[in-house]
């Protein structure tokens, strides 16, 4: 049997699902596209994240996908100008509550990004300069707790104001625009195993 693999923008203010069950209106993946009957995200982003979303027809792709070996890069615009020492303490695993628990992430790659990305707009506005200073950093993690990048630049100092993911694997957001879907023919994701 052949697969369904597609490759999209995921816009601000959508879910990362096909079917919301309670009663508030959400916007849903299907109205961003015709996906064939059994489609599935790959992962999530949340409501308030957008960038890079993988779907698939294929559950076996999906688990692979999900697993630690598969790096997943998000670029982050925070509140206030990051510095070198947040950026260290990203890299070698913060302190985080998940589940009501304290964890520690495991060591990530983080660096600052110097020049504002091309993302163009949100949907929604962030806010404007009269609130201080933002600045961007990419953080490329390999597990993928609840709102866990989040979490992260919060607990340096640094709340998120966006968040777009970039890069899951090999697989990249390029210039895709918000809303934007491509079908391929599959993923061919590099795990991290060298």
Known sequence: MSH?????????????????ELK??????????????????????????????????????????????????????????????????????????FNGTKYITKPCTAFLINEVPAFGARGKKIRDERHGPTSWASVTINEGKFRQVRKMTAAVGFPTLRLVRVRIGNVFLHDLQAGEVVEVSDFAVLSNEK
């Open 24 to 97: 508030r209106k959400k916007k849903l993946l299907g109205e961003l596209y015709d996906f064939p009957k059994g489609t599935m995200a790959i992962g999530r982003l949340d409501e308030d994240s957008e960038g890079l979303l993988l779907l698939t027809t294929d559950g076996m792709m999906s688990e692979i996908i999900r697993s630690k070996k598969v790096d997943k890069e998000y670029y982050v615009q925070v509140d206030g100008i990051i510095n070198q020492d947040a950026i260290q303490q990203l890299q070698k695993g913060v302190e985080i509550g």
């Open 4 to 20: 369904s693999h597609f490759i999209i923008h995921k816009p601000y203010g959508y879910l990362s699902q096909f079917i919301y």
